[in-house]
């Protein structure tokens, strides 16, 4: 399972931007429906951090605290592609964010994208 990040860039507290998450490989493209896929991000100085996750079968959705009702999880299943969609951005926010993936039995995510960074000016 391979995964490519992007779409991050800056932007403006307050700002919105969505970033992308796009999944490829046999063990993928098969089994699309056993994968969870996550948003994690790590801001400079800080250690990483969950941030949202999308059930692939179902689309079953959570989100850390920090992020709830100003993010929105979701997929593209003909795509095999993740969306962050971000809003009402802050400072805060700011940080390389990371897409992953793990089957659905799996503890620990076991495939990382390589991280796209989100900077939000003040």
């Known amino acids: 399972v391979q995964l490519q990040a992007s779409g991050g860039g800056l932007v403006e507290a307050g700002g919105s931007l969505r970033v992308s998450c796009a999944a490829s490989?046999?063990?993928?493209?098969?089994?699309?429906?056993?994968?969870?896929m996550g948003w994690f991000r790590q801001a400079p100085g800080k250690e990483r951090e969950f941030v949202s996750r999308?059930?692939?079968?179902?689309?079953?959705?959570f989100y850390a605290d920090s992020v709830k009702g100003r993010f929105t999880i979701s997929r593209d299943n003909a795509k095999n592609t993740v969306y962050l969609q971000m809003n009402s951005l802050k400072p805060e926010d700011t940080a390389v964010y990371y897409c992953?993936?793990?089957?659905?039995?799996?503890?620990?995510?076991?495939?990382w994208g390589q991280g796209t960074l989100v900077t939000v000016s003040s």
């Open positions: 999308i059930v692939w079968s179902g689309g079953s959705t």
């Open positions: 992953a993936a793990k089957r659905t039995w799996s503890g620990e995510y076991e495939y």
């Open positions: 490989g046999r063990a993928f493209s098969a089994y699309s429906t056993s994968y969870i």
